[in-house]
């Protein structure tokens, strides 16, 4: 009876610490921006030092099909906080730009949209978000942060709300340089040829002309070209900035010891809740452009300044995964590491260095829905949980997180929407060995671009095309003329029928299928036609947060730590620093 009695206790006990170690855990979740799946050791990279992202490998599963839900910063992070598709939350363009350029923009993450950091929250979370964000900040005024990640379940906020450009980074270039010689420059010479030729007719007599219409023109004209040229020149004031909650601490934005900045606020953070479980979202700068890296790091990789920042990123990986260990929260805690989309190829410095990633085998990259613009690193550690040294190629999604953290803290998923990401649990632990994901949906901006089948029945994973975009030069690997490829127009080619690839034997997607090589060729089209129909009706009218409205500057969200006569400037971040070295 004693015996009986004791191993009862035993297996109570056991089932004790079970339950609790797969229940309400710390979720660390690292997010690296452009970062190519090539670049690190643990997916076959010999010659950039990445033994801390190496370790992550090592000591949990390490997938090798795992897709961002687009090819874009904007849509994927969106898809990634949700768990659905980003045309589902108006986050996907049916204009060119697929991404907010700035902060003054009055797009963003609906507040209708349910985040996994909001569910945590609820859950008695301690919620955090480190660096970028990239999905919006005001609505209507300079500091109604609707869009902010305090107005989407995160407690605390350092970092930048939209992203790193080479504008923010004096002596690195312009993004926007091209576009404006292209589409404004040419139109407004046009405009001012035309009013001059108008004012020289109407004052010889030819022609007459209504002096007060040509005035207002040229008056128009005229606070059009300031509004504009006093908006580029001190862009880097007006949207690259650094903040802390709602507060902006450094205006512009410092680069120096940056990444070191936003790992000392990781660590503070998990330091401040040892007691309680947290969410950690560090959403690392690097390795977008503009490319920074420390004194500590800068000139020691073999991959110039772009190795240089990888490895200082892993140097910060190796920070908080060394905390951990402090606090002995290993086993307490989830780890996820990724990127939000491929490499960007086209990234080359004004001096010809390659400030682009490496995506390995995968064609194309950032901005396209080849494999090197979607198939992005996706690592899972949790010692005890998760068996270790494991390699899974099941076609998984950025999209899974948000189900698969929302399960484990216990709280429950919305039943109001769809949720496109399925719980990675039972596949992570060996419960399963197929991914729930039979049909992945891979979109260009708003455009539905192509179309991932994984049959249940077989090994197979097809990946139809409805139209891929346009090379320049064309035996290139991508759009160099434009620095990023575009997703309707004359930037693309449309097929009809679709491209077929079958990613099992032909993962660098060198050779389509054609009737002749893939005798059930129509009837895998028909099945994907299908379940694209299936899709679109699961689809609902949202308000387009990607929209020109919605895109472009507005002055009056234009978020100013002084005011706009004093260019915007402040240095709260450095008088701190400064402080506490007095201080100390």
Not at 440 to 466: D, I, M, Q, T
Request: glycine share 8%.
């Amino acid at each position: 009876m004693r015996l009986l009695l004791f191993l009862t206790v035993c297996q109570y006990a056991i089932n004790s610490i079970h339950t609790y170690s797969v229940s309400n855990p710390n979720v660390v979740l690292l997010m690296a921006d452009d970062l190519g799946i090539g670049d690190l050791g643990c997916y076959g990279n010999r010659t950039l030092r990445t033994p801390y992202i190496d370790r992550l490998a090592k000591e949990g599963v390490t997938l090798t099909q795992h897709i961002a839900a687009s090819p874009l910063c904007t849509p994927s992070r969106a898809a990634f906080l949700t768990g659905r598709y980003p045309i589902r939350s108006g986050m996907a363009a049916f204009s060119r730009v697929g991404v907010f350029l700035f902060s003054a923009s009055s797009g963003g993450l609906p507040s209708e949209e349910i985040t996994f950091s909001k569910l945590l929250k609820q859950r008695g979370y301690a919620t955090a978000l480190i660096g970028k964000w990239h999905l919006g900040m005001n609505c209507e005024s300079s500091n109604d942060f609707c869009h902010h990640p305090l107005s989407h379940g995160f407690d605390y906020f350092y970092g930048l709300t939209v992203t790193n450009l080479r504008d923010c980074k004096p002596g690195q270039g312009s993004v926007f340089l091209k576009g404006i010689q292209k589409y404004l420059v040419i139109p407004v010479q046009i405009l001012g040829v035309t009013l001059v030729s108008l004012a020289v007719v109407h004052y010889v007599g030819l022609l007459k002309v209504p002096f007060q219409a040509l005035g207002y023109c040229l008056l128009l004209t005229a606070i059009s070209l300031a509004v504009l040229i006093f908006f580029f020149y001190h862009f880097r004031h007006l949207n690259c900035f650094l903040m802390r909650d709602h507060q902006i601490i450094q205006q512009p934005l410092s680069y120096e010891n940056l990444t070191q900045r936003l790992t000392t606020e990781a660590v503070q953070f998990i330091g401040r809740n040892t007691d309680v479980p947290f969410l950690l979202v560090l959403s690392y700068l690097h390795v977008h452009t503009a490319l920074y890296a420390s004194n500590m790091f800068r000139g020691k990789s073999k991959h110039g300044l772009y190795g240089d920042a990888v490895e200082e990123m892993d140097w910060s990986v190796g920070q908080i995964l060394n905390v951990l260990e402090k606090y002995n929260l290993r086993n307490k805690t989830l780890i996820y590491f990724s990127s939000d989309q491929g490499a960007h190829i086209e990234e080359i410095s004004s001096s010809g260095e390659v400030h682009g990633g490496y995506n390995g085998i995968y064609k194309g990259g950032k901005s396209t829905n080849w494999e090197g613009g979607i198939r992005v690193p996706g690592l899972l550690r949790w010692p005890g949980v998760i068996p270790a040294g494991t390699y899974m190629d099941e076609p998984t999604s950025n999209m899974d997180i948000f189900p698969t953290i929302v399960k484990l803290a216990g709280a429950q998923l919305p039943y109001d929407r769809i949720i496109d990401g399925h719980d990675l649990m039972p596949l992570l632990q060996g419960k399963v060995t197929r991914s729930k994901h039979e049909f992945l949906f891979h979109y260009c901006n708003a455009y539905l671009n192509a179309v991932r089948w994984h049959p249940g029945n077989s090994e197979s994973v097809w990946k139809a095309f409805f139209f891929t975009p346009n090379f320049n030069p064309e035996d290139s690997n991508g759009c160099y003329d434009s620095h990023v490829c575009f997703c309707h127009g004359g930037f693309i080619t449309r097929h009809d029928p679709p491209l077929l690839f079958d990613l099992s034997r032909d993962p660098e997607e060198k050779v389509p299928l054609t009737p002749k090589t893939e005798r059930r060729f129509y009837e895998i089209l028909r099945v994907i036609q299908l379940a694209v129909a299936n899709h679109t009706r699961s689809l609902q009218a949202v308000p387009d947060q990607l929209s020109w409205d919605n895109l472009l500057w507005k002055p009056w969200l234009q978020p100013c730590c002084s005011s706009l006569f004093q260019s915007c400037y402040c240095d709260f971040e450095s008088e701190d620093s400064l402080l506490e070295v007095h201080s100390g």
